[in-house]
């Protein structure tokens, strides 16, 4: 298993999701999302190359263990055929409410949109809520640009935005 290290000190690493990591994956969704994924749709991806899982070791993470890691974010990506020009699309990505603003984020972005573009993805798509610019500025420093809107994408009736990069600029 490839790990990469994220930041400075070296104390958060991003892999590929496992089996064991869906709990502590559902706990940061539901602690992130009003209408969260259901624990189905994680276990649907674990194999997928861009399911990714960022972990700290839990003594640094502040969580008291020697010797586990704690998962403190996740991006869910995905290649999907389009007329043989496949494209990614980025499903599904969050941070633990306590690690917000150390650039995990970031991270988990980049290193999921390596993986779309190693799989032969020229392009990728995500939706964001309109409401949520925090996000929005994020993918915009990734050259995520602006495509349309969706009225009343999610539940509680609010908008998406649709949002795609270029990756062969």
Same mark, same amino acid.
């Not at 390596?114 to 809520?129: D, I, N, P, Q, T």
């Given at each position: %298993?490839?790990?990469?290290?994220?930041?400075?000190?070296?104390?958060?690493?991003?892999?590929?999701?496992?089996?064991?990591? /869906? !709990?502590?994956? /559902?706990?940061?969704?539901? =602690?992130?999302?009003?209408?969260?994924?259901?624990?189905?749709?994680?276990?649907?991806?674990?194999? +997928?190359?861009?399911?990714? &899982?960022?972990?700290?070791?839990?003594?640094?993470? *502040?969580?008291?263990? $020697? $010797?586990? #890691?704690?998962?403190?974010?996740?991006?869910?990506?995905?290649l999907v055929p389009n007329h043989?020009?496949?494209?990614?699309?980025?499903?599904?990505?969050?941070?633990?409410?306590?690690?917000?603003?150390?650039?995990?984020?970031?991270?988990?972005?980049?290193? =999921?949109?390596? &993986?779309?573009?190693?799989? *032969?993805?020229?392009?990728?798509? !995500? #939706?964001?809520?309109?409401?949520?610019?925090?996000?929005?500025? %994020?993918?915009?420093?990734? @050259?995520? #640009?602006?495509?349309?809107?969706?009225?009343?994408?999610?539940?509680?009736? +609010? $908008?998406?935005?649709? %949002?795609?990069? @270029?990756? $062969?600029?």
């Open positions: %298993m490839t790990t990469t290290p994220v930041g400075d000190e070296g104390d958060v690493e991003i892999r590929q999701a496992a089996q064991a990591d /869906l !709990l502590a994956v /559902l706990r940061i969704e539901r =602690a992130s999302f009003d209408q969260p994924w259901p624990f189905s749709a994680f276990d649907r991806y674990v194999e +997928e190359p861009g399911f990714l &899982v960022a972990v700290k070791d839990e003594q640094t993470a *502040g969580y008291g263990s $020697d $010797d586990a #890691e704690s998962v403190v974010g996740y991006v869910v990506a995905n043989g020009r496949s494209f990614g699309h980025i499903k599904d990505i969050a941070v633990h409410p306590d690690h917000r603003g150390e650039g995990i984020g970031a991270e988990l972005l980049e290193r =999921a949109l390596h &993986v779309l573009e190693v799989g *032969g993805a020229r392009s990728v798509k !995500l #939706e964001v809520r309109a409401s949520n610019e925090r996000a929005q500025s %994020m993918y915009r420093s990734f @050259d995520f #640009e602006y495509l349309r809107t969706v009225p009343r994408y999610y539940d509680d009736g +609010e $908008d998406a935005l649709i %949002m795609v990069v @270029d990756l $062969d600029e």
